[in-house]
Each structure stands twice: as C-alpha cells, then as structure tokens.
T-cell receptor, first 114, second 114 residues
Framework: AQSVTQLGSHVSVSEGALVLLRCNYS??????LFWYVQYPNQGLQLLLK??????LVKGINGFEAEFKKSETSFHLTKPSAHMSDAAEYFC????????????FGTGTRLTIIP | DTEVTQTPKHLVMGMTNKKSLKCEQH?????MYWYKQKAKKPPELMFV???????INESVPSRFSPECPNSSLLNLHLHALQPEDSALYLC?????????????FGEGSRLTVL
C-alpha cells in the first residue's frame, strides 16, 4: 500500500519569500514521487519527479524537492515566490508498478501575498 | 506536440440526457486515463486504457461508459447521471501504463448535472 500526506491544505507566503510545501509518503516498496501543479480551471502539470538517483530534484519554474528516505519526505521548495506561483499543488506517489497505481495527496493551495 | 485536448470545456446536462466527453492526444502514448475531480479535492482515477484495452475500472457506476476507438482518442459516454456527478473530468495520457514517467493532463471538461 502507498499513500502521501500533505501537511497544510493552505499555505500563504509573501512575494519574494521562501515557498515550502510539505509532503510525507508511505510505501512498502521504493517510491517514485511527483509534484504536480494545477492552476485555476486547468489540468495538472508535472513540476518534478524523483525515481532513482540524485535525491535533490530540480523542476520547472524554479522549484526543487529533496527525497529524504530517513524522514519519508519529499518537500517542495522555491527560494523566492512569484505571484504566478499561486495554484494548487499535489504530491503523488507511485512505484515500479507504474502510473496505474499513482496516488495523489489531498493538495495544498498556495496563496502569494503581494 | 505535448498536448492533451479535451472537449467540451463545459457541459450542462439533465439527468435524462446522453452526452459524451472527448479526449485526444498525438504524442504516441499508449495509455490513457479518465479522472474525476471534485472541488478542492485531488483527482480520483476512474478508468485506464492500455493499448486501447480497458485495464482498470475503479468500480465506476455504469452510467459512465468509456470507449477508446484508437490509440489517440478516448471518450467518456454519459447517461442518466446524478447531480453528485457534477465535477471536473480530466483526461491524461502516458507512454505506457507501467511507465513511471509523466502523466500529461488535459484542461478538463467541467460537467454540471441538473
């Protein structure tokens, strides 16, 4: 069984401040981890993914995430928030069994304060 | 071309109507997915097609009927829906269903059942 927990359904940060969105996972096999972003009235877009190899993963729009096995975490960060980052962010986990078993977290809505 | 195109973007239907949602991709992907997303919730998997064959049906009511006419097209036929079926319906594709890579999502079809 696999699952992800996103801590904080709503996060607000000031423009230019650090963005930190938290995600913890549970998986009985080595996990593959993803962050997806959903802008209002749009579908989901992949920000970044971890499968194997380097634990610090860089994605689009200046986001990055670090896989920490000891903490079962995959937190998403961005050094300086921009107004255009306002969106819903979903952490997701799958395994070597593929996309059919992709499990999404409940999402975190990021608000940027001007 | 990295797009998944969904039509219509908005659909309003009565409980006795029959309508269809359409999804198209030209990325050569062999796996296609239907997800249902309620407001402020993560996407929920409904169906997976792999090489034009239905591989997963997540116990979806029979009033939802998927169809995959060819590797580029995916339809969702709707009949006798209930108001609680109102949601955003997302189509997605990936290279294969046992691929742990990126899911490409369309912008969704927002369905309102009166």
């Amino acid at each position: 069984a696999q699952s992800v927990t996103q801590l904080g359904s709503h996060v607000s940060v000031s423009e230019g401040a650090l963005v930190l969105l938290r995600c913890n996972y549970s998986s009985s096999v080595p996990p593959y981890l993803f962050w997806y972003v959903q802008y209002p009235n749009q579908g989901l877009q992949l920000l970044l993914k971890y499968t194997t190899g380097a634990t610090l993963v860089k994605g689009i729009n200046g986001f990055e995430a670090e896989f920490k096995k000891s903490e079962t975490s995959f937190h998403l960060t961005k050094p300086s928030a921009h107004m255009s980052d306002a969106a819903e962010y979903f952490c997701a986990v799958s395994s070597l069994f593929g996309n059919e078993k992709l499990t999404f977290g409940t999402g975190t809505r990021l608000t940027i304060i001007p | 071309d990295t797009e998944v195109t969904q039509t219509p973007k908005h659909l309003v239907m009565g409980m006795t109507n029959k309508k269809s949602l359409k999804c198209e991709q030209h990325m050569g992907h062999r796996a296609m997915y239907w997800y249902k997303q309620k407001a402020k919730k993560p996407p929920e998997l409904m169906f997976v097609y792999s090489y034009e064959k239905l591989s997963i049906n997540e116990s979806v009511p029979s009033r939802f009927s998927p169809e995959c006419p060819n590797s580029s097209l995916l339809n969702l036929h709707l009949h006798a829906l209930q108001p609680e079926d109102s949601a955003l319906y997302l189509c997605a594709s990936s290279r294969t269903s046992d691929d742990t890579g990126e899911l490409f999502f369309g912008e969704g079809s927002r369905l309102t059942v009166l």
